[in-house]
């Protein structure tokens, strides 16, 4: 009886991402992996030539800023064969599966034709020659698969290019539960935070392992940062009077980080403190509303005087609820030889998720 369970376990475990019928007739598993990581399902001889490095330009891009550059998206690569060969494969998150439909002989055509059906690939091939789609749960629970198709590998090529942005913003979208876990592990500072919405009129959620490095009442200031064995995560804010609009230009918000970095960051070398390096290494610039309030944000490097440590650092500044006022927010990351891209995306979760009171 031990022999035969032990054969029917064998024989559950090996049966490939292809056996739809098997699959149908079980409960799907959830779906594994990391977030910022897409596995990459296309032909091989697409993967070693043109396609291939176009899919590597646009989803191993440059996460910005980084003092060392770290790619948009960790990739995997699978043909279909390999995929359908090994169900783990099956299981992972994230999807992008690329197919010249021209190649009729071709593994992921045919695998493509049959999940988008015979009148979408029609219409490919008789009209525009591009077409995409969005797929969920075809192998587990908590999947997402984006089908890139097109009829000749010049289309596909422009069908990369054009889709890659939207893209991207779906995977961020699909990966914000980890983020958000991963950014609160053990919940919110929940004292901390209702503090913070008294003060500023708005809700600010700071996790529970940040601690007040310091505050300052005279200035509205708190600054938190999170200490681990990977690195320190700090974030400050502050209220600041508004004057005029040139508040929100680029330089003033660089002095204002600089401001701060000379009051209260310092090393163990005497007179040394943080600044923004935005002489050898540029500064990007993005402006947008959160939760209804204008906000501009720099996001680039920054270093310590006379002491060789550094690291990326996104500032916001935002206008109040109270139309004399400004919130300044000021994060920043030291995580020497440590991938710094997660713990910026965390920090960035944190100001992004704030709410009007």
Not at 27 to 34: Q, R
Not at 198 to 221: C, F, H, T, W
Not at 231 to 242: A, L
Request: hydrophobic content about 35%; aromatic content about 10%.
């Amino acid at each position: 009886m031990r022999f035969l369970l032990n054969i029917i376990l064998l024989s559950l475990i090996s049966i490939s991402c292809n056996n739809e019928v098997s699959s149908g007739l079980k409960a799907k598993l959830v779906a594994l992996g990391k977030m910022n990581e897409v596995v990459i399902v296309c032909d091989d001889d697409l993967w070693e030539g043109a396609i291939g490095d176009t899919t590597k330009y646009y989803f191993g891009s440059p996460y910005p800023l980084m003092p060392t550059p770290e790619p948009m998206f960790d990739m995997r690569h699978f043909s279909t064969e390999e995929l359908q060969a090994e169900q783990l494969r099956c299981q992972l998150r994230t999807y992008a599966i690329i197919a010249d439909l021209s190649d009729e002989d071709s593994p992921t055509t045919k695998m493509v034709r049959k999940d988008i059906g015979e009148e979408k690939y029609r219409q490919v091939m008789t009209g525009s020659g591009q077409g995409s789609s969005i797929g969920r749960n075809k192998w587990a629970n908590g999947q997402i698969l984006f089908y890139l198709f097109a009829d000749g590998q010049e289309n596909l090529y422009s069908l990369i290019n054009k889709s890659y942005p939207a893209i991207a913003e779906a995977i961020h979208k699909h990966d914000s539960k980890q983020l958000k876990a991963k950014t609160y592990p053990r919940g919110v500072n929940l004292g901390v935070s209702e503090d913070l919405s008294l003060d500023y009129g708005m809700n600010i959620k700071i996790p529970s392992e940040y601690r007040i490095a310091k505050s300052v009442d005279a200035q509205s200031l708190y600054w938190f940062r999170k200490d681990d064995k990977k690195g320190i995560q700090n974030f400050v804010i502050q209220k600041i009077p508004y004057r005029a609009k040139e508040q929100f230009d680029t330089g003033k918000m660089i002095e204002a980080c600089n401001a701060f970095g000379l009051a209260y960051v310092e090393s163990d070398t005497e007179g040394s403190h943080l600044r923004i390096n935005d002489k050898a290494l540029p500064i990007l610039e993005y402006k947008y509303d959160i939760d209804g309030l204008y906000t501009k944000e720099l996001r680039g490097v920054w270093e310590m005087t006379d002491d060789f440590m550094g690291g990326p650092f996104v500032a916001y500044l935002m206008q109040s609820k109270n139309e004399s006022e400004l919130v300044f927010i000021f994060s920043f990351v030291l995580a020497p030889g440590q991938d710094k891209k997660e713990m910026v995306q965390q920090l960035d979760y944190i100001v992004k998720s704030i709410t009007i009171s």
